[in-house]
Each structure stands twice: as structure tokens, then as C-alpha cells.
Nanobody, 121 residues
């Protein structure tokens, strides 16, 4: 019903930048919150940043001042600009969206497939 396609991951040196994108498509009436999570090897998935439909943002303490989340409602897309990357930012990054479905108007959460971000020291 709804598909999320992520892009923008890769390998970067410490101090560098990357921009992740996640585009939602399918049977979408509207999208409420959108967010990014990450999971490093051997660790639990953790919240990185979220953005509400009204563009209110929330960040994990570890990324405040370095990462910026934004969204383009016309494109059903959420972005994560990551600056001053550190080796500890290395993880698989997943986007998450709370979608109001087109016909039923039921709210459901969807996850992207994940994109690898590797920061070398």
C-alpha cells in the first residue's frame, strides 16, 4: 500500500557530510510524523530525529547541532542533513513515517529498507 525509498547513504570521512532522503508513495491521504532512526551493529535501533506535520523537530542529544531533519510535504519526502559526522554515527539509517491511508483513513507506521552510513576515522 505504501512504499518508502531511501537514498543518500555511503562512506565518508570523519568531519564530512551526507544527506539522506526518504520518499513515500502509494495509497497516502496524508502523512503525520516522519523520522529517522539508526541501528549500529550489536545495538538497538535508536531515534535520531523526528519532524511533525507542523514541522516541529526533535533530536537525539548525540546529534543536536550536527544533524537537521526537514520535509517536503508536496513530495512526501523527509530529509536528514548530517554534518560533522563522527565514526560513532556509523549505522544503518531507517526512515519511519506515520501515514493516514487514502481510503480507510487509518494511521499506520511504515519503515524504509535502511541505508548504510559509514564514517571512517
Amino acid at each position: 500500500q505504501v512504499q518508502l525509498v531511501e537514498s543518500g547513504g555511503g562512506l565518508v570521512q570523519a568531519g564530512g557530510s551526507l544527506r539522506l532522503s526518504c520518499a513515500a508513495s502509494g495509497s497516502i491521504f496524508s502523512i503525520n510524523a516522519m523520522g529517522w532512526y539508526r541501528q549500529a551493529p550489536g545495538k538497538q535501533r535508536e531515534l535520531v530525529a523526528t519532524i511533525s506535520s507542523g514541522a516541529s523537530t526533535n533530536y537525539a542529544d548525540s546529534v543536536k547541532g550536527r544533524f537537521t531533519i526537514s520535509r517536503d510535504n508536496a513530495k512526501n519526502t523527509v530529509y536528514l542533513q548530517m554534518n560533522t559526522l563522527k565514526p560513532e554515527d556509523t549505522a544503518v539509517y531507517y526512515c519511519n513515517t506515520r501515514v493516514i491511508l487514502l481510503i480507510s483513513h487509518i494511521a499506520r507506521d511504515y519503515w524504509g529498507q535502511g541505508t548504510q552510513v559509514t564514517v571512517s576515522s
